[in-house]
């Protein structure tokens, strides 16, 4: 079983910037893919980023250049470093690990809030 532990969130004005942090139980996690979500209120859960086993990232395009995913396999722990935050990015963030055919795990979620 793979526990995910996410810290890291919290209140930020426009134009500041937050670090998320990801820890991950078990002993897969280098040959993982990994991803941050999030979800804002009455809206679906969407990809932000996300790191492949092999370091290849991918953003969606609202967070591109501003938002940097990387990893750490001796620690395992992702991060996402958020920068120029807005208003809209606003939401609560998940970190997932996907492995294998379907096998996924989440953890609990981050309240990010960007408010002035």
């Known amino acids: 079983q793979v526990r995910l532990v996410e810290s890291g969130g919290g209140l930020v004005q426009p134009g500041g910037s937050l670090r998320l942090s990801c820890a991950a139980s078990?002993?897969?996690?280098?040959?993982?893919?990994m991803g941050w979500y999030r979800q804002a209120p009455g809206k679906q859960r969407e990809l932000v980023a996300a790191?492949?086993?092999?370091?290849?990232?991918n953003y969606d395009d609202s967070v591109k250049g501003r938002f940097t995913i990387s990893r750490d396999n001796a620690k395992n722990t992702v991060y996402l470093q958020m920068n120029s935050l807005k208003v809209e990015d606003t939401a609560v963030y998940y970190c997932?690990?996907?492995?294998?055919?379907?096998?996924?795990?989440w953890g609990r979620g981050t309240q990010v809030t960007v408010s002035s």
């Open positions: 078990g002993s897969i996690f280098s040959y993982a893919r």
């Open positions: 790191i492949t086993s092999r370091f290849t990232t």
């Open positions: 997932n690990l996907g492995i294998g055919a379907g096998e996924s795990y």
